[in-house]
């Protein structure tokens, strides 16, 4: 179900994580996960501000449609 890998930066990350994807037409919604499987946020932005994170380790989800996306990052203070 997961197709692509999603481009991150910086990574890791302590304020603003910026997603890119090849394709700025379609809308994705990104789902955040703690490596605990917690859902931490919903969004559509691509510019995430994740400074009141715990460090660690992230999971982001993508979804557009039928397709999906994947990529993770890390958090540090």
Do not use: W
């Not at 991150?8 to 997603?19: H, Q, T």
């Amino acid at each position: 179900m997961f197709d692509k890998q999603l481009n991150i930066y910086p990574n890791p990350v302590d304020k603003n994580l910026v997603i890119d994807f090849n394709d700025s037409n379609q809308n994705l919604e990104f789902y955040i996960y703690d490596m605990n499987g917690r859902l931490k946020l919903h969004t559509a932005k691509r510019n995430i501000d994740v400074s009141n994170f715990n460090s660690g380790v992230y999971i982001i989800r993508a979804f557009s449609g039928e397709k999906g996306y994947h990529g993770k990052f890390l958090k540090v203070d």
